[in-house]
């Protein structure tokens, strides 16, 4: 336990020995309302409420001017150090530890693809726009279209979208609002979020990932979609294509959550170098 009574994460003195705990893979994801925090089901009130079509907007515009830091990708991890995802029912450590996490967890199966490793590393990046001031509801959780009605999917349901001014207006009220039939997810708004926000960070920066990486950072909170089939009808055939490898990531996001820790001191060279090889220097945040 540390000095404030927290639990700390049990560390591991050899990477090879990473086996996260085995947890039933039901027990995840189990947004019940008795089953989880407060802290949870607030946020996801919160975000329900106020990620409109217009917030979004103005989001996309503020965050758009890269103007907030410059930031090594390992800098921008170091930092993530005092984040705590208040959206995330199946884990209360820092978000750095889940980074290597995950990344770890891409390597022992895919020891053949790096490029998957560094999305595994960074792709909860983004999340340092809650240390910049922005609330965790438009920084953390499940995304979601704006413009359009809600899915039934989405955690919560359309019940908690009660107090959202969006839903009052006939034009983005309906199954497809402002969009056409199959217009392709590139043209649809999503709810903000870390997602967004760093897909768009590599955008504006020097990067050498491939398509599919870019495809997971952006969507790989978008659950209605991946995991429920939601949102179908906006999706074109590159959106199809790119399906699988966000569901392949999201096993490897979602079930390496666990109290063990891999050595992250063992690990730093070895993913620095993937970083200088995929994303090198400092990114304008």
């Not at 090879?16 to 946020?43: C, G, L, Q, Y």
């Amino acid at each position: 336990m540390s000095a404030a009574g927290v639990a700390l994460p049990v560390v591991l003195s050899d990477p090879s020995e990473f086996r996260p705990e085995v947890k039933d893979v039901t027990k995840f994801r189990d947004f019940r309302i008795h089953n989880i925090p407060d802290h949870v089901a607030k946020t996801y009130d919160l975000m329900h409420t106020n990620q409109t079509l217009a917030f979004v907007k103005n989001r996309m515009e503020h965050w758009g001017k890269f103007d907030h830091d410059r930031l090594t990708i390992m800098e921008a991890l170091e930092k993530l150090n005092g984040l705590v995802d208040e959206s995330d029912p199946d884990t209360d450590l820092p978000n750095a530890f889940h980074a290597f996490q995950t990344a770890e967890g891409v390597r022992k199966n895919h020891p053949d693809k790096e490029w998957l490793q560094v999305v595994g590393l960074i792709h909860d990046a983004g999340k340092l726009m809650a240390l910049w001031g922005e609330p965790q509801w438009c920084v953390v959780g499940d995304t979601f279209p704006v413009g359009c009605a809600p899915d039934p999917s989405i955690v919560f349901g359309v019940e908690s979208f009660a107090k959202n001014p969006d839903l009052q207006d006939p034009k983005l009220n309906t199954r497809q609002g402002i969009y056409t039939e199959n217009c392709g997810l590139d043209r649809v708004l999503m709810s903000w979020g870390h997602d967004e926000y760093l897909y768009r960070v590599l955008q504006a920066n020097q990067h050498s990932l491939p398509e599919e990486a870019l495809y997971i950072i952006r969507f790989h909170s978008f659950y209605p979609w991946h995991s429920s089939g939601a949102y179908r009808y906006l999706c074109n055939n590159k959106d199809e294509e790119m399906l699988r490898w966000v569901n392949e990531f999201n096993q490897f996001d979602l079930y390496t959550k666990a109290p063990d820790m891999p050595d992250v001191d063992a690990l730093h060279d070895y993913y620095e170098g993937l970083l200088r090889k995929y994303v090198p220097g400092k990114l304008q945040w």
